[in-house]
């Protein structure tokens, strides 16, 4: 063989070794997250997405990176996070913790892929055309289950048949709270709805659960009230409240009582659709999953706190007892 045919096949074969990623030094993918969260609140979260991509052999730095951006409860923040995030370019955004995220992005952007380990009415927000088919930049996985309200506050009602007044705090940003109210009328209660925008709110809702003489109260999942969910569980103590949540992560700091969907498993998950999309399928043609699994929580030991005794059939069906 001639030496410039020589050289000309080697410098071939350089080229499809580095094309084929022996040798390529190609740029990481950029992730933008986005969450309503604080950075604290949803570590755990972000920590099983990353463990999910991982265990789909990416590399953090090498093949992919991530910045992050927390409205920290506050969901008027949403918007100018959004666009900071997006001045970044990123070439995926991971919309944690609420629709509202996912919302926001989506405000700015038709075509960057959004990822959403949390949506909630995404078809009525206009993220999706249906679960089946998305349609557009989002998809992902639903926090949502028909009649989980329903079913949370028939368990309080189980757990303590005496109770005739329930308090219902919910966020007015998302549409959680009607299921409630609307199976309360069938179980012989009443409800009292507190509405709170910001974390600031808290403490002046628990006065008012307290001076309607609520005997319990139901938290409507909200990415706000996840990320207080210390703070919660401390105001019901106080108030000497039983506390009802949908998420496990309310029950571990001190809560009483949870239903609901398993967030981690949905973080982890979350890393498929990015794989998925990675290798070439439109978002909106992934469809948006939905829970497959409810886990209940009880926590006996702020209910000894609260000098209440669980009935041993409901603590016979719980998933996880905390003592």
């Known amino acids: 063989m001639k030496r410039r045919t020589f050289i000309a096949a080697l410098g071939g074969a350089t080229v499809w070794s580095r094309l084929a990623g022996g040798q390529t030094k190609s740029k990481p993918r950029l992730i933008g997250l986005l969450s309503g969260q604080t950075a604290a609140g949803t570590a755990a979260d972000i920590s099983a997405f990353l463990d999910g991509l991982r265990d789909l052999g990416y590399v953090e730095n090498k ?9 920290e409860g506050h969901y008027d923040r949403m918007p100018l996070l959004a666009q900071e995030l997006m001045q970044l370019k990123p070439d995926l955004v991971l919309a944690a913790g609420s629709s509202p995220a996912a919302l926001a992005i989506k405000t700015i952007s038709s075509t960057v892929p959004i990822v959403s380990p949390t949506l909630y009415a995404e078809i009525e927000l206009g993220l999706a055309e249906s679960d089946a088919r998305p349609g557009g930049n989002v998809t992902g996985l639903s926090v949502f289950l028909a009649g989980l309200l329903a079913k949370q506050l028939e368990l309080a009602h189980d757990m303590l048949p005496t109770i005739q007044r329930f308090g219902l705090l919910s966020n007015p940003a998302n549409q959680a709270a009607r299921e409630a109210e609307a199976a309360t009328p069938k179980l012989g209660i009443s409800v009292v709805r507190v509405e709170v925008r910001r974390p600031e709110e808290l403490n002046s809702a628990f006065e ?74 439109p978002p909106g043609e992934l469809p948006i999953e939905f829970p497959t699994k409810l886990a209940l929580l009880v926590n006996l030991k702020t209910a000894k706190a609260l000098g209440i005794e669980i009935p041993p059939s409901l603590l016979a069906r719980a998933d996880e007892v905390i003592e």
Not at 63 to 71: E, I, K, M, S
Request: charged letters at 30%; glycine letters at 8%; a positive charge.
């Open 63 to 71: 093949d992919f990176q991530v910045v992050y951006r927390y409205g």
């Open 208 to 281: 008012k659960f307290s001076s309607e003489k609520c005997q319990a109260i139901i938290i409507v999942p909200d990415a706000m009230f996840f990320g207080e969910r210390r703070r919660l569980a401390s105001l019901a103590a106080a108030a000497r409240l039983p506390d009802i949540y949908a998420f496990r992560e309310h029950v571990e700091v001190g809560g009483m009582i949870s239903y609901g969907v398993d967030l981690r498993d949905n973080f982890r998950r979350a890393a498929s659709y990015v794989d998925k999309i990675w290798k070439g399928t």
